[in-house]
């Protein structure tokens, strides 16, 4: 720690320049902020740190040169005034077509099948370890870093600090913070490869700190967890995550189906699993044409309508809900089970039309979920973004009130919702 704090106060970003605006005796300057993060490293972050096992070494190495990152998001700078909340709520929220980007999705099925060529030994052994196809895993990898390729610049250790130091979210980067300096003091990696997103994700599958010392694995054998630049650690540590959060071995993700229209699409949801004969009995067919697998009859699965009636339907699987351990989004584990699906069958977009919804203001969204809950709906929240609770709901609503179920919001129930 040394005069290179001030070295790169000219270069704020979008976050600083807002900040700047202030007048001169509303907040402190950008050199008195640097100073405080000096004191605040050497007085608070390092007896904690030493509390939780860290070594003087590692500490010392880990903040060398290390400064505040002004072009980070959502920093709140002691001793100016605190950032409004953001209200989202008026925005209109996106309808999930745009997401499935065709050509994006094309080229990295392509790029995918020829990983899986590539390190087709690799894969077969990570599928025998952990019970998980290689076409999820590398699905996974293309999503989250475009197989490796995509630029990481991040000092981790830099971007954590400085979120743990003045962000909005500082005790939980405080944590990852120092989760980061447990791995660093392990000597897995030195500091100067331990690079991360802007939000702190490190290396190829974007783990957070405490998901690395979790989920991490040296699958090469060479004595370190590496998710920078070693390709079978990468693959292993993504299958290491998904089977400990539970993936099922020898289960698909999900299937695309057809829902016949005299079957409710208000039969969502992981807390309405049935035996997948179940839903086929009911008519509910793939929409490939292709039969359910056998081993799968018996097992539990669960209806999935992300636009309602108004797009793909999908039968799913506990799996499809362990992808989104990865990320919390329906839509983000449709695109790796269709990503997954193209590398392994070469199969393409999903048949269904993604109809136009998402038009609505997220404000009229949430006056409907609290319509809904006045009238003793469980819509998980008035957040105003359609989650699988509030499409179900909307659809036993419809169903109530003698309409056809459409199981998502629109415009025409504005006036009869209240």
Not at 189 to 217: C, H, N
Not at 392 to 406: A, V
């Amino acid at each position: 720690m040394n005069e290179r704090f001030l070295g790169r106060l000219l270069l704020a970003g979008a976050a600083l320049l807002a900040l700047s605006a202030l007048p001169s005796h509303a907040a402190p300057s950008k050199a008195d902020i640097e100073t405080q993060f000096e004191k605040w490293v050497q007085a608070d972050l390092w007896p904690d740190a030493k509390k939780n096992g860290i070594s003087e070494k590692a500490f010392r190495s880990a903040f060398a040169g290390v400064e505040l990152d002004w072009s980070l998001s959502d920093l709140a700078p002691p001793g100016f005034p605190p950032p409004k909340e953001q209200k989202q709520t008026q925005a209109e929220f996106s309808s999930p077509g745009p997401y499935f980007n065709e050509d994006r999705l094309k080229r990295l099925a392509m790029t995918g099948r020829g990983f899986a060529s590539q390190y087709a030994s690799t894969l077969n052994r990570i599928e025998k370890t952990y019970g998980v196809p290689g076409s999820i895993v590398l699905a996974i990898w293309g999503r989250e870093t475009g197989f490796g390729a995509a630029k990481i610049p991040n000092s981790a250790i830099e971007v954590l600090a400085t979120k743990a130091f003045m962000s909005t979210r500082k005790d939980m980067f405080r944590m990852e913070l120092i989760a980061a300096l447990h791995i660093l003091d392990g000597g897995d990696v030195s500091p100067a490869d331990f690079k991360g997103s802007s939000a702190g994700a490190l290396g190829q599958p974007q783990f957070m700190p405490t998901s690395y010392l979790k989920y991490a694995v040296d699958f090469d054998g060479d004595g370190h967890r590496n998710i920078w630049t070693s390709v079978p650690d990468t693959l292993a540590s993504i299958a290491n995550f998904l089977v400990k959060k539970g993936w099922q071995r020898d289960r698909d993700w999900g299937f695309e189906v057809t829902i016949p229209q005299a079957v409710s699409c208000a039969q969502e949801g992981p807390d309405r699993a049935k035996p997948l004969s179940h839903w086929a009995s009911l008519g509910i067919s793939r929409i490939s044409g292709k039969g359910f697998p056998p081993g799968e009859l018996k097992a539990q699965a669960m209806m999935l309508v992300p636009a309602g009636r108004d797009g793909p339907e999908f039968i799913v699987t506990p799996n499809f809900y362990i992808i989104k351990e990865y990320n919390n989004s329906d839509l983000y584990a449709l695109y790796i089970g269709n990503l997954a699906d193209r590398i392994a069958f070469g199969t393409g977009a999903f048949q269904g039309q993604w109809g136009d919804v998402g038009r609505m203001l997220r404000s009229d969204v949430a006056a409907m979920q609290r319509a809904l809950e006045r009238q003793g709906y469980d819509v998980g929240g008035s957040d105003g973004l359609p989650g699988y609770k509030t499409r179900r709901s909307i659809g036993q609503w419809q169903e109530k009130n003698g309409m056809e179920p459409t199981c998502f919001p629109e415009a025409a129930m504005k006036g009869k919702l209240k």
